[in-house]
């Protein structure tokens, strides 16, 4: 960092605001009102500009968008549509209404603008105080030239992410906010924009959740609670065998095939990998049409005399296996296929980082006398989960929101069999993730699928938590350094 | 451990056995046993794939399910997907689409994608350590939940129905998406860099001059995962891609339609040929992606 | 037909008409997302209706009255709402009846479940419907008397399947579903089934109807829906019936025109036209064109003819919250009850559900 007069003590950003503006003479505290005095007064002409042309930008901003519809998002809109019929012009002539979806859309995209704009004037109060300094100690000021240098220089970092940072904002930080606002408010398929409103209802939704887990079945949303802890634990439970199981899967697979006894080891992988490299959700689509009711496993499990049998030992009470359409069934066959899609890779990993293990570990544990097997249990095994570590816990979050195989091998086909969780539109196979989808794309109840979306959140912060208390201390970004 | 007994010369005398070669005749039921577990595996791991193949050849345009393999074999699948596009399938039309999004969005996604990656693991600075654990948290959070609005988003832009709108949603946010290629450029030694900025190289030159060229793995890797993205997706493709006509499609979106209740008896066959032709280039770019993943992965410190 | 229009209103406007394809059944969720961008007119299945005028999606016909005269009253009453017409009637027909195959089963039989069951099992073969889907399994509860109706609100179902005699119903759904000659299969399976010899009858809607006849050969032959024991009694087989309407979105820049498109594509004329280019799937819902000889000669239409005396307009009797309910009603059924609920509990809950309040 340049010299910073007042110390090298690394101050908080708003603190150095406040002392810029505290401290600072006439023209840095005139620079609030007209952003480019600062430049102009220290001869830094060319911002000086830019500042002011950017101040004008905002204050059109300001009264053209933010305004009108921040001082409507109280209320979320209070003119309805309403539109009549001109059979004269052939159209229709439609009433000064109010849009309650984009009232809250814009209020959430000004808000997100005005703060960035109020943090790049607090940086230009900043650097006018810094100018001031800088000239009353007689130090160089940059030119335009020089200032365009550093940023591709000390301050080069800016300019790398300024791209990529404004894509998340707009594309992740935004929409976010703007649905997490919606779980307060009651938008749904009876209160749709443009042609009706909705409004706040604060923490109803939630209340109405969790009131109603004990389930009486007699309005919609009471059968919500009951459902969202059946998802819930099956979402887990779904996350908990579907890592593992590929997981131990992967790497015991690996060993076989990485066992230096074992001949042709490029070919086991690309087989292995052949299965793999089909997209996904082809493979998926193609997997529900392969163990359907009346499908080719089904027949082959006929005339093997499977079906007869699981029909005497009262298994199955139809003339099929309802591999997709009977949740007890249904449940281990996703695991099982989910296992089928997620083994090859597994292996890969597990076979990149085998071939990492440090050969001097075995080295000396071999002088020291170990047979294989100890090599194996001491050296190999902790080496693997340590190394893994992390992409198991990842792993889990991402099957906590593994929407693909849930949702190609049942949408459409699986119906549920419980009634109260078929009264708040999921099923037993449901994760929360793919009940959110249902209820966004199907029913239009955008509000329980943005709770659900919370909830879901806040499992996931959960699980990383403990995740990251359980690996603290150890892998460290800089030992490799 | 590899070291298999050696007979290291050949004797005319029968020699009573070493204990390394009676171990080594030990462990051979052991291997064929494994041998042959690994070829059960390979097999019904490669069913369905075998299945897919085959129906795709088949004559019968809908499901086949009392035989494994079909009654007839024909081309006319192939045939009807590649050279025949119609109102419902138009296969060189979902290709195309989708070749020019894949194209834009790895190339767009990679840049992001290696800019923060870069700026995370080689530059310190105030309110790193916060920014990467807000972006942690960002992550959390349900794709699906902000569908909605980020198509109304796109709508405030013009941008709905539109492929560069797709190619947006795509690459937009991919700067999330830093945690591997970060771990890679953490491997490259302070010293170099060091030495760099010593010799007076502005940060800008050494990240384009410098990292940029020695980074091979971890480019062709970021390259090929965001390139694949676009042909795995339809879920997003769907919301955005309003307009019901088929040419406009991405190969998911219409594989998957292809699928639903009405067209199924008539066009199973052909999603299957649609799925084959699909995964030949996207198994070949997999396998590559594979190759520089454990490379980047397994590679240690970078040598300069 | 979109070219005719063009050339028939030349001398007014300038008109551009752009295709796009898109499954009736699944309109509403293309159109709902966005209103003001979906198409200015599109076709859809008559359950999405009301949806669609709640959501303010639908342009009231300007001139209803020469609309309803010219089509069904069965159609016009569903595209009702509240006492004005919504949408043009397209199609009717969008009902369901059983097909069977007349080589294995003769029609005596394929008047009765017991019958079809009893023929099935001798010649080693099934009989299929989809119970798990509720459209198909609300014939039996309709059938023996037990109804469903919207409410006032539009939106919500009144049901007393869980009256008295309810459970006698539900017993005799699971004695069909017990019978080693019943499946149940969805639309696509059915057709690959019949394809293989393996199903000799199902009960299915008039879209399938050339696949099928395909799959029978000489021995196609349609019904009105079978009787079912109920009580040692032969109870016939209620049913929906259904319609697919052209409906004008309200939120058209050129909504005028978008209204005489509607109507062209549903005028007589057009109706047989599309009946024709399907090979008899549209059928008509035009009153006139649904009279000819050519529409009256095709055996589908028969079958539809012969049951919409037992049939009810889907939009008119149930709301939002009736479906998921009802499959997993089917869906515990065709499991053969596996968790051995009372029935009386099971219809109670099935209910409970199905009159939830739509929020």
New interface residues.
């Given amino acids: 960092m340049q010299g910073h007069s007042t110390g090298k003590r690394r101050s908080g950003f708003l603190s150095r605001f406040g002392t810029a503006f505290f401290d600072g003479d006439i023209w840095v505290k005139l620079s609030v009102l007209f952003w480019g005095l600062g430049y102009f007064r220290r001869g830094q002409w060319v911002k000086g500009v830019l500042a002011t042309l950017f101040q004008l930008v905002f204050i059109y901003f300001l009264l053209a968008f933010a305004l009108p519809n921040l001082s409507m998002v109280g209320t979320l809109g209070k003119t309805e549509y309403a539109s009549v019929y001109n059979p004269d012009t052939m159209k229709n002539e439609v009433n000064d209404y109010d849009d309650s979806f984009l009232i809250l859309l814009f209020s959430v995209i000004s808000v997100t603008a005005l703060i960035a704009i109020a943090v790049v004037l607090m940086n230009i109060i900043i650097e006018s105080y810094k100018l001031e300094i800088d000239m009353a100690q007689g130090k160089h000021i940059n030119s335009f030239r020089e200032d365009v240098k550093e940023l591709f220089d000390s301050k080069f970092r800016l300019t790398l992410m300024f791209l990529p940072t404004l894509g998340i904002i707009i594309f992740t930080i935004i929409p976010l906010i703007f649905m997490i606002a919606i779980a307060f408010t009651n938008y749904d398929q009876s209160h749709m924009p443009p042609t009706k409103l909705f409004t706040w209802v604060g923490f109803e939704n939630f209340l109405s959740l969790f009131r109603t887990i004990a389930g009486d079945g007699s309005s919609q949303s009471s059968a919500f609670g009951y459902s969202f802890v059946r998802v819930l634990a099956w979402t887990l439970i779904w996350a908990f065998f579907a890592t593992f199981t590929n997981y131990f899967g992967g790497i015991i697979l690996s060993l076989a095939i990485n066992n230096p006894r074992t001949r042709l080891k490029k070919l086991w992988r690309t087989l292995f990998i052949i299965a793999i490299a089909v997209p996904q959700f082809v493979t998926l689509l193609l997997m529900r049409n392969f163990f359907g009711n009346l499908s080719i496993v089904n027949t082959i499990c006929s005339n093997i005399g499977l079906t007869g049998l699981l029909q005497r030992w009262g298994w199955i009470t139809t003339d099929y296996i309802p591999f997709m359409t009977n949740a007890a069934w249904t449940r281990p066959m996703i695991i099982l296929i989910n296992f089928w899609i997620g083994v090859p890779y597994l292996m890969l990993i597990a076979t990149g980082v085998l071939m990492n293990v440090p050969q001097d570990l075995y080295e000396s544990a071999r002088i020291d006398g170990a047979n294989k097997a100890q090599s194996f249990f001491k050296i190999t095994m902790p080496f693997v989960f340590n190394v893994t570590g992390p992409y198991l816990v990842t792993s889990f979050i991402a099957n906590i929101n593994n929407f693909n195989v849930i949702y190609l091998l049942t949408n459409d086909y699986f119906e549920a069999g419980n009634l109260t969780m078929a009264a708040a539109k999921a099923t037993e196979v449901d994760l929360l993730i793919t009940w959110l989808y249902r209820l966004t794309n199907d029913y239009y109840n955008y509000r329980m699928a943005s709770v659900i979306g919370i909830l879901v959140f806040i499992v996931c912060i959960f699980f990383t938590l403990l995740a990251f208390n359980y690996t603290l201390g150890k892998g460290k970004e800089e030992t490799f350094r | 451990?590899?070291r298999?007994s050696q007979n290291v010369t050949p004797k005319r005398e029968k020699k009573p056995m070493t204990i390394q070669q009676k171990i080594a005749l030990r462990?051979v039921p052991g291997?064929i046993v494994?041998?042959l577990?690994?070829a059960a595996?390979?097999f019904i791991?490669?069913i369905?794939?075998i299945?897919?193949l085959f129906t795709s050849f088949s004559a019968?345009p809908?499901?086949?399910?009392?035989?494994?393999f079909p009654i007839e074999y024909s081309l006319n699948n192939y045939q009807q997907l590649l050279f025949n596009p119609g109102?419902?399938v138009n296969f060189p039309a979902w290709f195309k689409n989708t070749f020019i999004v894949a194209v834009f969005t790895c190339l767009i996604s990679s840049?992001?994608?290696l800019?923060?990656a870069?700026?995370m693991?080689c530059?310190r600075?105030?309110g790193r350590r916060a920014l990467m654990n807000f972006g942690?948290?960002?992550g959390?959070?349900?794709?699906?939940?902000?569908?909605?609005?980020?198509?109304?988003?796109l709508?405030?832009m013009g941008l709905?129905?539109t492929h560069f709108g797709l190619i947006?949603?795509y690459?937009?946010?991919?700067?999330?998406g830093y945690l591997i290629a970060k771990g890679f450029f953490?491997?490259v030694?302070?010293s170099m860099l060091q030495a760099a900025r010593i010799d007076g190289a502005?940060?800008?030159t050494i990240?384009w001059k410098i990292i940029l060229p020695m980074s091979r793995p971890i480019i062709v890797y970021t390259v090929i995962s965001s390139f694949l993205t676009p042909?795995?997706d339809?879920?997003f493709a769907n919301?955005i891609i309003?307009?019901?006509?088929?040419q406009y499609y991405t190969v998911?979106m219409g594989?998957?339609r292809m699928?639903?209740?009405?067209s199924?008896?008539i066009y199973?066959a052909q999603?299957?040929a649609?799925?084959?032709i699909?995964?030949i280039p996207?198994?070949i770019l997999?396998?590559i992606m594979?190759k520089f993943?454990?490379e980047s992965?397994?590679g240690?410190?970078v040598k300069g | 037909m979109a070219d005719a229009f063009i050339e028939n209103y030349a001398s007014e406007a300038n008109i551009v008409i752009n295709i796009g394809a898109q499954s009736e059944s699944q309109t509403k969720d293309t159109v709902l997302v966005d209103i003001a961008a979906a198409a200015d007119v599109y076709y859809f299945a008559d359950d999405q209706t009301r949806e669609l005028v709640a959501a303010g999606a639908l342009q009231p016909v300007q001139n209803a009255d020469a609309v309803a005269a010219a089509n069904a009253q069965g159609a016009v009453d569903a595209a009702t709402v509240d006492g004005t017409l919504y949408a043009y009637p397209a199609m009717g027909g969008n009902g369901y009846f059983l097909y069977y195959n007349s080589n294995i089963i003769s029609a005596e039989q394929a008047a009765t479940w017991d019958g079809i069951l009893k023929a099935c099992n001798a010649a080693g073969v099934k009989a299929t419907m989809e119970m798990t889907n509720a459209w198909y399994s609300y014939g039996f509860f309709a059938g023996a008397g037990y109804a469903c109706a919207l409410s006032d609100d539009g939106k919500t179902t009144t049901c007393d399947w869980n009256a008295e005699g309810g459970v006698n119903v539900l017993q005799a759904m699971l004695d069909i579903a017990a019978n080693s000659a019943y499946i149940n299969l969805t639309d696509g399976e059915f057709v690959s089934g019949a394809k293989e010899g393996t199903i000799a009858a199902g009960i299915n809607g008039s879209w399938n109807a050339a696949s099928i006849a395909e799959a029978f050969g000489d021995g196609y032959a349609t019904a009105k829906l079978p009787t079912f024991t109920l009580n040692g009694e032969q109870v016939q087989m209620g049913s929906f019936d259904g319609y697919k309407f052209v409906g004008v979105n309200a939120m058209s820049e050129n909504v005028g025109w978008a209204m005489r498109l509607a109507e062209w594509l549903t005028n007589e004329d057009n109706q047989v036209y599309l009946y024709e280019a399907t090979n008899g799937a549209a059928v008509p819902a035009n009153t006139n064109a649904a009279a000819s000889e050519a529409v009256q000669a095709n055996p589908v239409v028969a079958a539809l003819a012969a049951q919409s005396q037992y049939a009810t307009a889907q939009s008119l009797s149930v709301g939002g919250n009736y479906w998921t309910p009802a499959n997993a009603l089917g869906t515990i059924v065709v499991n053969g009850n596996p968790d051995g609920l009372e029935l009386q509990a099971i219809l109670d809950e099935c209910v409970a559900g199905i009159t939830a309040l739509v929020e």
């Avoid at chain 2, 809908?62 to 494994?68: A, S, T």
């Avoid at chain 2, 959390?140 to 988003?153: D, E, N, R």
């Avoid at chain 2, 690459?171 to 999330?176: F, H, M, W």
């Avoid at chain 2, 309003?242 to 088929?246: G, S």
């Fill in positions: 451990m590899s298999t462990k291997d494994r041998h577990i690994l595996l390979a791991w490669l369905p794939i299945w897919l019968d809908g499901r086949n399910v009392l035989r494994f109102t419902v840049m992001f994608v800019m923060i870069y700026t693991s530059m600075f105030r942690v948290i960002l959390l959070f349900p794709g699906f939940l902000t569908m909605i609005a980020i198509y109304y988003t709508k405030l709905t129905n947006l949603v690459s937009g946010a991919s700067g999330l953490d491997t030694p302070e502005s940060e800008a990240f042909w795995m339809f879920v919301i309003k307009e019901r006509i088929p998911a594989l998957y699928l639903d209740k009405s199924v008896n199973f999603f299957c649609g799925g084959v699909v995964a996207i198994s997999f396998v594979q993943y454990v992965v397994a240690g410190s």
